[in-house]
T-cell receptor
Framework: AQKVTQAQTEISVVEKEDVTLDCVYE???????LFWYKQPPSGELVFLIR??????QNEISGRYSWNFQKSTSSFNFTITASQVVDSAVYFC?????????????FGKGITLSVRP | ETGVTQTPRHLVMGMTNKKSLKCEQH?????MYWYKQSAKKPLELMFV???????ENNSVPSRFSPECPNSSHLFLHLHTLQPEDSALYLC?????????????FGPGTRLTVL
């Protein structure tokens, strides 16, 4: 069965600090997809990134970067020079490519607070 | 309207009431989902519809009854709920049920059962 672990529950940083959110996953499939979502106080989850299991290239998008390492089953998310608007709950999720029974499994989420 | 909308945003109901949550997506997607988000717990998938057909019921109690009249609308009918059903109910949609598709979420309905 697939599983996503976000060991950090709450992180508090001061604006402009860098912060890394950890995500460790478990799956028996060789083909799978990893996602990060952001949930601001308004409630809706906002899609940030998708990575498939065959693409281990790290990705950078502005102040956001993602480090995917299959050897450690991790898909960590780093925010550089954090801002108050980054305050939210961040979810890592895993979807196995199991066809009809595939579903998205979420971690418990990490609450990030960025203080001015 | 764009994206995924949900109404009402907040709902307070007694255990004997019957109410319905509504979700509408304006993205032309074919798959829709209901999730339950309780404090300190991961999002729990409740139901999945793909091309209006229910493809997954994740062992959800019968007091929750989904309805998908078309690919754009999804309802969750509630009756004789329990206080432990209080949670944020999120609706999502995706292009189809393929595992590679990102899901787009609505803002949720905050449900309180008294």
């Amino acid at each position: 069965a697939q599983k996503v672990t976000q060991a950090q529950t709450e992180i508090s940083v001061v604006e402009k600090e860098d912060v890394t959110l950890d995500c460790v996953y478990e799956t028996r499939d060789t083909t799978y997809y990893l996602f990060w979502y952001k949930q601001p106080p308004s409630g809706e989850l906002v899609f940030l990134i998708r990575r498939n299991s065959f693409d281990e290239q790290n990705e950078i998008s502005g102040r956001y970067s993602w480090n995917f390492q299959k050897s450690t089953s991790s898909f960590n998310f780093t925010i550089t020079a954090s801002q108050v608007v980054d305050s939210a709950v961040y979810f890592c999720a895993l979807s196995e490519a199991a066809g009809a029974n595939s579903k998205l499994t979420f971690g418990k989420g990490i609450t990030l607070s960025v203080r001015p | 309207e764009t994206g995924v909308t949900q109404t009402p945003r907040h709902l307070v109901m007694g255990m004997t009431n019957k109410k319905s949550l509504k979700c509408e997506q304006h993205l032309g997607h074919n798959a829709m989902y209901w999730y339950k988000q309780s404090a300190k717990k991961p999002l729990e998938l409740m139901f999945v519809y793909n091309f209006k057909e229910q493809t997954e019921n994740n062992s959800v109690p019968s007091r929750f009854s989904p309805e998908c009249p078309n690919s754009s609308h999804l309802f969750l009918h509630l009756h004789t709920l329990q206080p432990e059903d209080s949670a944020l109910y999120l609706c999502a949609s995706s292009q189809d049920k393929g595992s590679y598709n990102e899901q787009f979420f609505g803002p949720g309905t905050r449900l309180t059962v008294l």
